[in-house]
């Protein structure tokens, strides 16, 4: 609760809270907010000549090039960005956590090769990576949430690393180490749980990441494929529309911006609340 509340007392963090919150509503609540299913193509959705509608009071946000009404899409493609919000970054904390606090306990050989390696995926260009791995795996929503989250895990391992490795040398670690506490132990009851702020914050920021890449995957062809909304396939479909019907291209993309904004502002604002060193800079 103390969290919620130094949160809501902060205004930009009380925003990025409201944004998310709303968000998350209506992609919950997608199939009871929405007027058509996001697949159905309207034939009274395209004018005569065949071009999307504007919006007006039977399309709220108007219908996009196949007459699908892109209110529904839009809310449904909130539902896609944030389960793969959710899973590729849930995925990426958990493999970042677990190679950062092995290669930073053990050291010796095991850190060496577990960080080289780190290092070694550190080096690809990120983007391109995800490319490459989408295009070598058939493209769906769990594929792209995996291939997101083998991206992203590396960040998280560098950082987790040097944490335990300042931990691992304190002085009730090396007590414990005396005193013959197995390995399992001190790493359960004594490493991890001061980790933890540092994997909430990273897992709030790193949704705001995910959204992006998966959305720039979607619009590139590799990422979640149609007829399965998502903002960055939304705007993919519609970009030849740009000049004549902006809202196909600027309402998705608004879509993004805000679920990022949201959580960077959150994030932001947790890692002041949750880092003792940070307290007062706000």
């Known amino acids: 609760m103390y969290v919620i509340k130094a949160l809501l007392s902060r205004k930009l963090s009380a925003l990025g809270l409201f944004i ?7 992609a919950i609540f997608a199939p009871l907010i929405t007027p ?9 959705g395209l004018t005569l000549e065949g071009a999307p509608l504007p919006p ?7 219908t996009d090039l196949l007459g699908r009404d892109l209110f529904s ?92 490795v300042s931990l691992a040398e304190r002085d009730f670690i090396v007590a414990e180490r005396s005193l013959g506490a197995s390995h399992f132990r001190i790493l359960l009851k004594h490493i991890a ?11 709030t920021l790193g949704i705001s990441t995910t959204v992006l890449l998966e959305a720039t995957l979607s619009f590139l062809g590799v990422g979640v494929q149609p007829p399965t909304p998502s903002w960055g396939n939304i705007i993919f479909e519609n970009q030849t529309y740009f000049a004549t019907a ?3 291209v600027f309402l998705p993309g608004l ?7 949201g959580f960077n502002l959150v994030g932001d604002a ?10 007062g800079k706000h």
């Open 20 to 26: 998310i919150s709303a968000i998350i509503l209506a």
């Open 36 to 44: 058509y299913p996001p697949e159905l193509q309207l034939f009274e």
């Open 56 to 62: 007006n009071t039977q399309f709220w946000l108007g």
């Open 73 to 164: 899409r839009l809310v449904y493609g909130a539902q896609t960005s944030l389960i793969i919000g959710v899973i590729a970054n849930g995925a990426a904390i958990t493999i970042g956590t677990i190679v950062g606090i092995i290669a930073g306990f053990y050291r010796g050989i095991v850190g060496a090769i577990l960080m080289r390696f780190t290092d070694l995926m550190m080096a690809f260009p990120a983007l391109l990576l995800a490319i490459v791995l989408a295009a070598i795996f058939t493209p769906s929503l769990w594929i792209v949430a995996m291939v997101i989250a083998m991206v992203n895990w590396v960040q998280v391992a560098r950082v987790i690393y040097s944490e335990t």
């Open 193 to 203: 749980p001061h980790l933890i702020y540092s994997t909430i914050v990273f897992g």
């Open 246 to 248: 902006p809202w196909l």
């Open 255 to 261: 879509g993004i911006v805000s679920l990022a904004l």
């Open 270 to 279: 947790l890692r002041e609340i949750l880092d003792p060193t940070m307290k």
